[in-house]
């Protein structure tokens, strides 16, 4: 079984954060014997630069990959965590967590079909390639419709006065997850089926400056070498 960790990597993205990043990353990667797959060229210059992320629709096939894993190069990956295509149904995508799609994005009849009203969180991302069609760039929809159905919440405004259109891989993806009917989980809900809960195995926040990012990675990295997996620190 081929796996392959995706990572976005456009115009050689934030070094400060990577180095502290990127490590671990590697070392989860040769632990369950995965390959890294950098995407760092742009195909769709006149969208946001995450909508790259969805060049793992074509990419994932011609790699031979059998498991796709994609995570943010800002995200720390403890390097104990289980190897959840180990554990994950093929036909079942699973994601750290996820939103309350009416709270971000005017939906339409996909949404209303499907019922279960599931916003993905693609900052970490595991299916296999049988649900391909996860990443399936909106090929029915302009980038002008897309931007009108997405609005950030109003603590990403205050925090970072974030534009819609950073939510356009989350658009897509929770379009996806509602139009192709894909079975759904997250990483709690995985670990509560083993008696792991309250372990914490990823690490992502997004609504602080760069600095205090690099700072808070620092530390969460530095306690992760030196203590097992747990609850967030307060």
Request: charged fraction near 30%; hydrophobic fraction near 40%.
């Amino acid at each position: 079984m081929k796996k392959i960790i995706f990572l976005l990597d456009i115009d050689d993205y934030a070094p400060d954060i990577k180095v502290i990043t990127y490590p671990l990353i590697e070392r989860y990667a040769k632990r369950i014997g995965a390959d890294i797959h950098r995407i760092t060229e742009r195909k769709w210059p006149d969208y946001p630069v995450v909508y790259e992320k969805l060049q793992i629709h074509e990419l994932a096939p011609k790699l031979g990959a059998d498991w796709i894993i994609y995570i943010d190069s800002d995200a720390l990956v403890h390097p104990d965590m289980p190897d959840f295509t180990e554990l994950l149904p093929r036909d079942t995508v699973l994601q750290n967590g996820y939103d309350f799609v009416l709270n971000r994005i005017d939906i339409d009849d996909y949404f209303r079909r499907d019922g279960r009203f599931i916003g993905t969180c693609n900052w970490f991302t595991i299916a296999s390639i049988a649900m391909l069609d996860l990443w399936k760039p909106a090929d029915d929809l302009t980038l002008e419709e897309m931007e009108k159905r997405m609005h950030c919440i109003q603590i990403e405004k205050n925090a970072v006065n974030m534009e819609d259109g950073h939510l356009i891989d989350d658009f897509v993806l929770s379009r996806n997850v509602a139009r192709f009917g894909l079975k759904y989980m997250t990483v709690p809900q995985m670990l509560a089926k083993f008696g792991r809960e309250g372990y914490c195995y990823l690490y992502h926040e997004y609504l602080i400056d760069r600095a205090e990012k690099v700072r808070r990675l620092t530390m969460m990295r530095d306690r992760w070498m030196t203590m097992v997996p747990d609850p967030l620190p307060s």
